[in-house]
């Protein structure tokens, strides 16, 4: 169950990716409606862009490291039911 | 279990994938700060779910400590785990924000000490847990940590009230103040990222809890084979 979660997890990833670079180049050029700010005081709409991908980036990161960690884990576990198994059925 | 996991993650998919649209395509851009003014939309939630997540494991402490069910340990323990996730990533998110708007990566400002002090907890509480041998009285002495770190959230809650801060005022929350200066869509796209971390936040919490029991008897049997 965990193993397909966690490919259907690469997945989401990938496609969360996908959309925020797509949309990267079609978007942020919506001002709020209560004022407008003059392109040359922002240096343009795309202005600190970076630093929220920069945010984006490192969350996905997190979370997909944690996710990592999970899985790894629970291998542990697996390699430590079948060496338990294994202890019992030698005692019996 | 296994059915309202699924529900969570798929839940999480299909709300992440609507937030990333309106974070980057639908909400406008603030007039002061900017485009980086969209790392609000995931930077509050992250910080809403960090506070939350030690409430979570001071309950289940409390829980843990009355009635020694290890249900309750597990549900801290996890909620523990991802707390500090969480709020190492709200003090990133933080520290990127912050080296655009005020020029500077980190300031010692009531807030920032605050959470920086709630990530301490923390590490605290699973330092102690993962120093303790199993069986101790680690779990009881963790579990005494979550209670003295969950009186850091309303804290961090009410540092924008209680002292002079760089952050804005409160937009979440029971004193979240009516008149918010956020644009409608501002806020719609606010409360979607909200209701997105928080089902992922479930979603996490569900599948570490079931992991955290499956270690709990891993343990047991590991002491039950070593002394026969």
Redesign the interface.
Known sequence: ??RS?NR??RL?IL??GV??VT??F???G????????PETQ?NG?????K??F???I??WA??FG?IFF?SR??KE?KN??AI?KK??SE?E | M?GM?TIF?GGT?IL??IT??LI??WV?????L???Q??FY??VP?GWIGMVSILVVGIASVGHLCTRNNTWDAVAYSAAELGV?FA??IL??GA??A??VWGVWWSWDPKLTTTLILWFIYVGYLMVRSFSIPGSQGRRYASVVALLGAIDAPIIYMASIWWRTAHPNLNIGPLAEADSDL?GK?YITFFVSLVTFTVFYVY?ML??IQ?RK??DD?DE??QY?SL?
């Open positions: 169950m965990f979660l259907t997890f989401f496609l969360v959309v925020v949309a990267a079609n978007s942020v919506v001002y709020a409606e209560s004022g407008t700010v922002q709409p795309e202005a600190n862009l630093y929220l920069a945010v984006f490192l969350v997190f979370f944690y999970l884990r629970l576990m430590e039911v338990l202890i019992i005692k | 296994s996991k993650f998919c992440m994938l990333v649209y980057f395509m406008p851009t603030e007039q002061n900017g485009i980086s969209r790392i995931v930077h992250l996730i190492t990533l990133i998110t990127v924000w080296k655009p644009d501002m996490l599948e570490r992991m499956i270690e891993l049997v590991h084979v026969t």
